[in-house]
């Protein structure tokens, strides 16, 4: 189109929001330096019109309802090594919007945990701002999931999805400047679960799941996106064990604690109580092996898991 701004360029920007669903306002240097994949996506809220009378067999016309509409964000990411001890990684702000709670310990740690907040609707919230082709989509009040994935070949990675009320994109707008280079991309160094008889397993492959469950509420005071039971699941491939007999111990093991460590410990992905939860066909290299999914309990309050980067 004519005088349209159509660019490759593509930037991500997000900060926490002081007050829920009021605009935190983030600027280039909340902006995320890198990242492998990005998308927005409009949820349009389509008015039931299904005991409508009409005059033929065909579809009423469609109406949507922009008041009662969301949008969404897909957003990978791989995961960099903090600059020092204690400062906060570069996926903190969508960390936040996932509804993790952020314990800083000053020239050691961050650590993030699940939280039950004691008012889902004003619970803890980002803004953001993605720029694709020269299209500026805004998302206040965003929350949603995040899964994390793990590997000797591709390193650590995070892919998070997601939403907030519908805000009207604005079109012509140029990306931010691109970011300094961030730093070293996280490198696998050891995944180990240990069985109930102290038995340890290496694990050579995951994927983390927050899974969250995300409410779009529409009511007469508006639209949010809301928050509900963590249910947070580890899956393991069995060619991610060395052996079968490892394998099976695995499985037959009721409970096991799990820990995965990055870059020597910088980044450690802690469960203290996993178990089975289903098994799930999925091909590999052309043969069917069954991945297992499990499920991250707590022990005591909310501890299913902790992310602790150093």
């Known amino acids: 189109m004519p005088g349209s701004t159509s660019s ?41 019109k299904k005991n409508l009378a009409k005059r033929t067999f065909g579809p009423s016309f469609p109406q949507f309802d922009r008041d009662g509409s969301f949008i969404s964000m897909q957003l990978e990411t791989p995961m960099i090594k ?13 960390l936040y919007a996932c509804g993790l709670k952020e314990i800083i310990t000053a020239g050691t740690s961050v650590r993030y945990e699940p939280q039950t907040p004691s008012d889902v609707d004003a619970a803890q919230s ?33 892919k998070f999805d997601l939403s907030a009320p519908y805000i009207q994109p604005t079109p012509d707008s140029a990306a931010p400047s691109a970011l300094p280079y961030p730093g070293n991309v996280m490198t696998f160094s050891t995944a180990t679960a240990v069985l109930a008889n102290a038995q340890p397993i290496d694990i050579g492959q995951f994927e983390f799941s927050l899974n969250a469950e995300i409410v779009k509420d529409v009511s007469s005071s508006g639209v949010t996106v809301f928050l509900l039971n963590h249910k947070p699941t580890l899956k393991i491939n069995p060619y991610a064990v060395a052996t079968k007999s490892d394998w ?24 203290p109580n996993v178990a089975l939860i289903q098994s799930n066909p999925k091909d590999r290299a052309g043969r069917i092996s069954n991945e297992q999914e499990f499920e991250c309990f707590e022990t005591s309050g909310d501890d299913q898991f902790s992310m602790t980067f150093s």
């Open 126 to 158: 980002s803004t953001a701002e993605a720029y694709i082709g020269g299209i500026k989509y805004k998302l206040i009040g965003m929350r949603g999931n995040f899964t994390l994935s793990g590997s000797p070949k591709d390193g650590l990675n995070a």
């Open 248 to 271: 099976q111990s695995l499985l037959e093991s009721e409970l096991f604690s799990f820990s995965a460590s990055f870059n020597n410990g910088a980044f450690v992905l802690s469960a």
């Open 8 to 48: 490759l360029q593509q930037a991500v920007l997000c900060k926490r929001e002081t007050v829920p669903y009021i605009s935190s306002s983030p600027t280039s240097s909340d902006g995320l330096a890198m990242f492998t994949a990005l998308s927005c996506k409009i949820d349009p809220m389509r008015v039931d």
């Open 82 to 94: 903090v600059a020092a001890p204690g400062s906060k990684p570069s996926i903190s702000e969508f």
